[in-house]
């Protein structure tokens, strides 16, 4: 992505089309880096994250499908040859490399944004797939796994590292009674000893760092002697 918007890499080395395509795909909002080589394609690559790559076979230094097999290796994004070359074993050579989509030249300007269009859409249902397995939610609670992060209601609770990994611990064990050695040894990485004190001032600051006015959507209960529970059913309880 560049500045919100799908980064594309066109790797054409014929100006007038590239410059048609680039102008086509600016119209839906995408932006678009041209390279006319092998070589200049290798060197933006290496510069900028394309969400899709678009692939003219024949090149005046190399060939698409070698490009393909390069791109491939460090990059999951979607890729579409471009080209005159019409025979299916080509286009199933392409494929089998790689490829994710084959256009023949000429193609139809509506049928290339349209296929376009489909491969970026797939693209940013796997970016919220990835996004959401990052994401915990229970009632007004979120936790951000990939920013060590809890938010209620939005909010950030500024919680320390320590503090989060308690409750990161107590949330994945939702509703089920964990023993302060079991919290303990979790998270410290060692055995509690007679060292409870610390792991009780650490829920007494999340308690009040993530509100009690929250109570009535997650409540982190507290069996005296025993040990911690989180759960969302806590005014059922």
């Known amino acids: 992505m560049l500045n919100g918007k799908p980064l594309i890499l066109m790797v054409e080395d014929n100006e007038k089309m590239a410059q048609l395509n680039t102008r086509l795909l600016n119209r839906q909002g995408y932006e678009v880096r041209i390279a006319y080589s092998a070589a200049e394609a290798r060197d933006l690559f290496g510069r900028i994250k394309p969400d899709l790559f678009v692939l003219d076979i024949g090149l005046p230094d190399g060939d698409g499908r070698e490009l393909c097999e390069e791109f491939r290796r460090e990059s999951d994004m979607p890729i579409l040859f ?22 023949t030249k000429p193609y139809d300007r509506e049928e290339f944004i349209v296929v376009v269009r489909n491969l970026l859409s797939r693209v940013e249902q796997l970016r919220k797939k990835i996004e959401e397995s990052y994401i ?3 009632g007004a609670l979120s936790l951000r796994l990939d920013e060590r992060k809890a938010y209620v209601n939005g909010r950030d609770a500024l919680l320390t590292g320590k503090e989060f990994a308690v409750l990161l611990v107590l949330v994945q064990n939702e509703d ?17 000893n007679e060292n409870v004190n610390a792991l009780r001032q650490q829920i007494l600051r999340l308690r009040k760092k993530l509100g009690e006015e929250n109570e009535k959507s997650f409540y982190i209960f507290n069996e005296h002697g025993k040990g911690y529970t989180f759960t969302t059913l806590y005014k059922q309880i």
């Open 176 to 192: 089920r009674e964990l023993s302060y050695e079991a919290i303990y040894e979790q998270v410290w990485g060692m055995p509690m």
């Open 136 to 138: 915990i939610k229970k």
């Open 82 to 103: 471009l080209t005159g070359k019409i025979e299916t074993k080509e286009k199933v050579n392409g494929l089998k490399i790689g490829g994710d989509y084959y256009l």
